[in-house]
């Protein structure tokens, strides 16, 4: 199946690594003029509303990248894999449309296609926006939520950044941090 006939999807947090979902292909992928940043709060999954996580967010910068994955899903499920997202990222990201540069593979060259992301602004109410790194770290050592701890999930999300050869500093002095 070709690269047009697939709707995809891109992650940059927690489906770098968890995407939950089946896709026919897998392949790491970055956008441009986008920073990865720990500037939303998590009530819902990887803390409380008492004590909430800090996840990652998209952040516009010129001339910047950020490395994730991409998935290509079936049309026939593409549908219904967006509604499940939908509510998985329900606590303030909404989705939006991005281009994305797919890494090349064996059996693909490197391309250009357009995804669908999850984006969360300043505008939604778990917006936590900047702070000091080890501000950050002592948030994310302590946050548990429903979808476990906080901790794991940026040593999961440092683990596949790795895995890709994606440099993320932040990520990876956040990881050194905990």
Not at 3 to 17: K, M
Not at 47 to 59: E, M
Not at 129 to 148: D, H, M
Request: proline share 7%; with cysteine; glycine share 8%.
């Amino acid at each position: 199946m070709g690269e047009t006939e697939l709707h995809w999807i891109f992650g940059y947090g927690s489906l770098v690594f968890r995407p939950g979902f089946a896709a026919v292909e897998t392949r790491p992928g970055r956008v441009r003029g986008f920073v990865r940043r720990f500037w939303q709060h998590s009530s819902d999954h990887r803390g409380t509303p008492k004590s909430p996580g800090r996840v990652v967010t998209l952040v516009p910068e010129a001339g910047a990248v950020c490395w994730g994955m991409a998935y290509g899903v079936e049309p026939a499920s593409a549908d219904s894999i967006l509604a499940a997202l939908d509510f998985r990222e329900r606590a303030g990201y909404k989705r939006i449309e991005v281009d994305v540069e797919l890494a090349a593979s064996v059996e693909q060259p490197r391309s250009t296609i357009s995804a669908v992301t999850y984006r969360a602004t300043e505008t939604n109410r778990n917006f936590a926006g900047p702070a000091p790194l080890p501000e950050i770290a002592a948030v994310v050592a302590e946050a548990v939520g429903p979808s476990g701890a906080n901790r794991d999930y940026v040593l999961e999300l440092a683990k596949a950044l790795r895995e890709i050869g994606a440099a993320d500093r932040p990520v990876f002095a956040l990881a050194d941090l905990l």
